[in-house]
């Protein structure tokens, strides 16, 4: 990935934390079989280390740390830790099949967490650093240490703390913008004082890691970077906590596309970013939105005529990038019903979709049902068939059938047939309205006291016989989970995105009490 006139020192490390801050974000939660795919995935693009889970946090996230590690081909694989030397050890025995391995520990330094949070004064956090980081260097010698609320710590603690972490033994200090509170100019001037003051910091690597609460972290990522750091830790589509962490695909291209100011460089294969960012999109059922840099619907698409008769003179008028430096292809393949398997699969594959014999042949037979109702296919339709045959592929519940009786004269009704684990079940009910009484009928067919707290539409292309994209989002016990259905019927859509996130609600609840405990106190990023 290399060329002879990239230096070393100019080498940008790209920590993906997509499986584990990515996952704390509300609704995202995925699947064991959706993370290992997502590892995969990053591990092939070229992700230099991949911060698989926070082990302690239960049983599910230590068995897909644990299984992530013995997969992993080139990443280093990484795991979280909070400073109890019982999340320290934990952490280690689960990345302890990976070829490379890196043990991420964290302490609190602001005042108002040390306060409030740790409840601890200033020495007894400083004692607490070179503890964790101690125990963490005797399971590996890939240490990487975080000064957790590093913005809002006072420089002279922080700089004691971050020399205690090295000379302990830590190879990777972070400055993480745990609050998303930081602007670029004061977080690169916050690194290149750290670096200064502190006289060993020439033995670690300094890592970013900001969110974005103010809509400022790619911003201060790149800041940070140009203050001295050369690690930036970053999610795909940057999901994350409350706002979402910095984003991987716009750190790694605004590095290549304004590398006369930003002059660095990363390993990440960037023609591969569209197709991470839509596997992502469907494992965790978080859309991405059309206006989305790099990765969005419309990141190339132009509608106003200015735009289009610059565009039609030379790209370069409108475009400062080539769609296909981010896998985005363009292609006049028509698909339809008279389409066949090859013509099909070379669609998948331009649009960044490589599906197993058995997926390629499902989707296929939902393609051809689809192209039977619909006069053009659009790269759209396609999109949201092949993400629901991902995304529910694993469904213990399906929808059968579905038959709805609506109209002026009340109350509508719904029977419903579903396949419950290979039972089939049928109920009638009646609601409110059409999509009410749909879901009533699932509560009969699997009860629940989940709460409906989204319910969205919106035409996957335009015309009257466009494919319907239903989001729902279903909370149960303070957990909340999202996900999307695709249908040219509304209702049936709305039937599936309503089982989808169901059936999320139900694996999580069969796992048992073990794997419900989860901690949430590692929002440092």
């Not at 990440?268 to 840099?293: C, E, G, H, I």
Request: glycine share 6%; charged share 25%; hydrophobic share 40%.
């Amino acid at each position: 990935m290399t060329n002879p006139t990239q230096s070393e020192k100019d080498r940008v490390v790209i920590f993906d934390t997509t499986l584990r801050d990515g996952e704390q974000c509300p609704g995202a939660t995925m699947t064991h079989e959706e993370k290992l795919a997502v590892a995969e995935l990053l591990d092939a693009m070229g992700v230099d280390i991949i911060e698989a889970g926070f082990p302690i946090a239960s049983e599910g996230d230590f068995a897909a740390v644990h299984e992530i590690a013995k997969r992993s081909k080139n990443a280093v694989i990484c795991g979280l830790s909070r400073a109890s030397l019982k999340d320290i050890d934990r952490c280690a025995e689960a990345i302890k099949p990976a070829k490379r391995r890196r043990i991420h520990t964290f302490l609190s330094t602001s005042p108002v967490h040390m306060k409030w949070k740790l409840q601890k004064e200033p020495h007894e956090v400083f004692e607490m650093v070179i503890a964790q980081v101690t125990r963490a260097r005797s399971h590996t010698d890939d240490v990487e240490w975080s000064a957790e609320d590093g913005t809002r710590t006072e420089h002279d603690f922080l700089c004691r703390c971050v020399e205690a972490a090295i000379n302990a033994g830590a190879t990777t200090i972070n400055i993480p913008d745990t609050v998303g509170y930081t602007v670029p100019e004061e977080y690169a001037a916050l690194f290149r004082m750290v670096r200064e003051r502190v006289p060993n910091s020439d033995n670690a690597r300094f890592s970013v890691h900001c969110h974005d609460d103010i809509g400022m972290a790619v911003a201060n990522s790149l800041a940070g970077v140009s203050g001295g750091a050369r690690q930036i830790e970053c999610t795909i589509n940057g999901i994350g906590e409350r706002a979402g962490n910095a984003a991987l695909e716009e750190v790694v291209m605004a590095m290549k596309v304004r590398n006369d100011v930003l002059p660095f460089w990363t390993g990440v294969d960037a023609t591969m970013l569209t197709r991470a960012s839509k596997l992502v999109a469907a494992a965790t059922s978080f859309p991405v939105q059309y206006n989305k840099a790099i990765v969005g619907r419309n990141a190339f698409a132009h509608e106003s005529g200015i735009h289009q008769d610059g565009m039609l003179k030379n790209a370069q008028t409108y475009e400062i990038m080539t769609p296909e430096s981010v896998g985005v292809k363009q292609t006049s393949l028509v698909m339809g019903k008279h389409s066949g398997r090859h013509a099909f699969a070379h669609k998948l594959e331009e649009l960044g979709y490589h599906l197993a014999a058995n997926q390629l042949e499902d989707a296929f037979v939902r393609f051809k049902a689809l192209a039977d109702k619909k006069k053009q296919i659009y790269d759209e339709d396609i999109e949201a068939l092949v993400d629901e045959e991902i995304a529910h592929a694993h469904d213990r519940i399906k929808v059968l059938s579905l038959t709805v009786i609506a109209g002026t004269m009340g109350p509508q009704s719904a029977t419903l047939s579903l396949d419950i684990d290979g039972k089939h079940v049928t109920t009638q009910s009646t609601g409110n309205g059409p999509v009410d009484a749909i879901f009533k009928a699932i509560r009969e067919l699997v009860p629940h006291e989940a709460k409906l707290e989204l319910y969205q539409v919106h035409a996957v292309t335009e015309g009257t016989d466009a494919q319907a994209e239903v989001s729902v989002r279903l909370s149960e016990n303070g957990r909340a989970v999202t996900a999307k259905g695709a249908d040219p019927d509304t209702l049936v859509a709305s039937a599936k995105a309503y089982l989808g996130a169901l059936n999320k609600l139900l694996s999580r609840r069969s796992k048992g009490n073990a794997d419900e405990r989860r901690i949430h106190s590692t929002d440092f990023g």
